[in-house]
């Protein structure tokens, strides 16, 4: 230990302020660190994602209008491929969200038992 450790009369170290703290911490890495994540964050990473997949969508409609045939039980009509497409997508999707949310009330009634 030095001499002035020893003296009680002169502090170690000087006080550090929160924000100095803050500024430590985050150039601990040696840079300024990531900012925090946040749901607004996440939010707009969602809302640029869908973004581009619209955009992505848009154009494949845009490239497939071509009519096609559809019978469906006692139904008979034409639309345009990128629509029966679509359709068929959601459909997949729908069903396949239902099935996980089958599964994940299965899981939590054997959670809940086993508490």
Do not use: D, K
Request: proline content about 4%; hydrophobic content about 55%; aromatic content about 4%.
């Amino acid at each position: 230990m030095s001499v002035l450790h020893r003296n009680r009369n002169v502090p170690a170290e000087p006080p550090v302020t929160a924000l100095e703290h803050g500024l430590a911490a985050a150039t601990a890495g040696g840079g300024l660190g990531r900012a925090p994540r946040t749901r607004t964050g996440a939010a707009w990473f969602g809302i640029c994602t869908a973004a581009v997949i619209l955009v992505v969508l848009i154009v494949f409609m845009l490239q497939n209008t071509g009519s096609v045939a559809i019978t469906f039980l006692w139904m008979h009509g034409s639309v345009p491929l990128a629509l029966a497409l679509l359709t068929a997508g959601v459909g997949v999707a729908i069903t396949a969200m239902a099935v996980g949310e089958a599964r994940i009330g299965q899981l939590r009634r054997v959670a809940r038992r086993h508490r």
